[in-house]
């Protein structure tokens, strides 16, 4: 399947270049797999008017977080919450959920009921039913898969392709927070440590924290989205970052995207903080990550229904420039975006 080498580093590929490689000698054998790698979730047809639709996110302690300050109900909360994210990015519904997880004996019961209280916080959130998973030891730390079923009707399914020139680039909520919440965690720990017994000073950020430490995926959106008649031409969830999705969405879409530096919604506490931070907040929203925000198109005829829409911005549009974009300043300057998302087997 693969030729023999010597060794190759995982970082010379990037964590993308690692599933395209890996992946790219695979063929589907059922005409039932009509979407594979590449997108939020796969898309299988069994006839009927709905697709499935399947995703699958792990966590492991050390990687994805760090127990010292992220409570296990929260974690909980957020494996689910990361997983159906991935079925609403397809403006589907989540249906079901498996779970895998890996425990040392480190845990008690008491802390792994923690663990499924946030679970099932999360089923009743997002109305979706626990029907199995897997249970195993693991030599150290805890890891956590959430596996997501859904469903779409089969004239609503939303992929990262299909962005058409103009569109316009619409985001929900907020950018920048969870990451900023991190920062803030990360600095309290090193200080408690440093100071056994301080207090850490959370004051005035818990909203950045909560992000952090228990996100939202963005359910009400997909719903929203169907009140007002609007199919998006290609949608992401954010996960990584908006830099990274942008790309995302046009190289599957085979467009470009000029984004506008002063519409990027934050909230005064992400731009306060990453400010404390010696930090640009432009930055912290365009490579944050971690934000569970929809990211998608629409056609320049929803333009009226978005604008003034609360739970909406319109941060920027697509591009005939394929795989171009760029970042427009006040005074109308424009920087290429990087996308930091990308180098995740790096350093
Ligand atoms: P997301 O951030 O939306 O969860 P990922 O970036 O993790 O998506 O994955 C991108 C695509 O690659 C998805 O379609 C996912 O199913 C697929 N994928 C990721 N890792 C693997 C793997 N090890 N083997 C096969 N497919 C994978
Ligand atoms: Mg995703």
Redesign the pocket.
């Known amino acids: 399947m693969f030729e023999n080498r010597e060794r190759t580093e995982l970082s010379d590929l990037g964590?993308?270049g690692l599933?395209e490689h890996?992946?790219k000698t695979f063929s589907n054998v059922n005409a039932s797999s009509l979407l594979?790698?590449?997108?939020?979730?796969?898309v299988i047809d069994n006839g009927g008017d709905e697709y499935v639709l399947l995703?699958?996110?792990a966590m492991f302690e050390g990687v994805h977080f760090d127990l010292s300050f992220h409570p296990l109900k929260h974690l909980g909360y957020k494996a689910v919450s990361t997983a159906v994210s991935?079925i609403y990015?397809m403006n589907g519904q989540a249906k079901q959920i498996l779970v895998a997880i890996a425990l040392s004996n480190r845990f008690s019961l008491e802390a792994v009921e923690e663990l499924y209280l946030g679970i099932k916080i999360a089923c009743e959130k997002f109305s979706v039913d626990l029907v199995g998973g897997d249970t195993t030891a693991s030599p150290k730390g805890l890891s956590i898969a959430v596996t997501a079923l859904g469903t779409v009707a089969k004239n609503k399914l939303v992929r990262r392709s299909g962005a058409g020139e103009n569109d316009l680039l619409v985001v929900s909520g907020d950018l920048g927070a969870a990451y900023m919440g991190l920062q803030i965690l990360e600095r309290e720990k090193k200080v408690f440590l440093e100071h056994p017994g301080a207090q850490p000073d959370l004051q005035g950020h818990e909203y950045i924290i909560g992000r952090q430490l228990r996100p939202e995926a963005r359910l009400d959106v997909v719903k929203i989205l169907d009140e007002l008649g609007i199919v998006p031409s290609c949608m992401?969830?954010i996960?990584?970052g908006l830099a990274s999705e942008v790309h995302h969405l046009g190289i599957h879409s085979g467009c470009g995207f000029d984004i506008y530096d002063e519409k990027l919604p934050m909230d005064p506490q992400v731009i306060s903080t990453a400010m404390d931070f010696d930090l640009n907040p432009t930055v912290v929203a365009l490579n944050g990550g971690e934000d569970y925000e929809l990211l998608f198109t629409v056609a320049q005829e929803h333009y009226e229904k978005i604008k003034n829409h609360p739970d909406f911005t319109i941060i920027g549009h697509a591009t005939s420039e394929k795989n171009q974009f760029r970042l427009i300043g006040k005074s109308g300057a424009a920087f290429e975006i990087q996308a930091q998302g990308w180098q995740h087997f790096k350093g």
Not at 36 to 42: C, E, M, R
């Open positions: 964590e993308f599933i890996l992946t594979g790698v590449g997108d939020d979730a796969a995703s699958t996110d991935d990015a992401i969830d996960s990584d």
